[in-house]
């Protein structure tokens, strides 16, 4: 079992950068693929990046390609999402989320969830 606390979220300037972070207790990190999705009001929670058990391998939504990267520190047990050239659609609760099986986009093969982070972008 693990669990995930996001962290780094807040208020940025369209254009401007965040990195949000994921810290997750246990001892098997390396273990999980892991993930973020995005919820926006009145949104359903979509899938933004995922990142494999080796941080070898990456995949992405297609709005944030070329802008956010994703990627992960096992000895570390963290998960980072590096967002750059923000813009006010971006504008969610974030959450981490980790999956024993696979680092897939379907959010309902991630056993693990995060408490989640706002962003909020302005115009």
């Known amino acids: 079992q693990v669990q995930l606390v996001e962290s780094g979220g807040g208020l940025v300037q369209a254009g401007g950068s965040l990195r949000l972070s994921c810290a997750a207790s246990g001892r098997t990190f390396d273990m999980y693929g892991l993930a973020w999705f995005r919820q926006a009001p009145g949104k359903e929670r979509e899938f933004v990046a995922a990142i494999s058990w080796s941080g070898d391998s990456t995949r992405y939504t297609d709005s944030v390609k070329g802008r956010f990267t994703i990627s992960r520190d096992n000895a570390k047990n963290t998960m980072y999402l590096q967002m750059n050239s923000l813009k006010p659609e971006d504008t969610a609760v974030y959450y981490c989320?980790?999956?024993?099986?696979?680092?897939?986009?379907?959010?309902?093969?991630?056993?693990?969830w995060g408490q989640g982070t706002q962003v909020t972008v302005s115009s």
């Open positions: 989320a980790a999956d024993p099986t696979g680092w897939g986009r379907d959010e309902y093969k991630y056993d693990y």
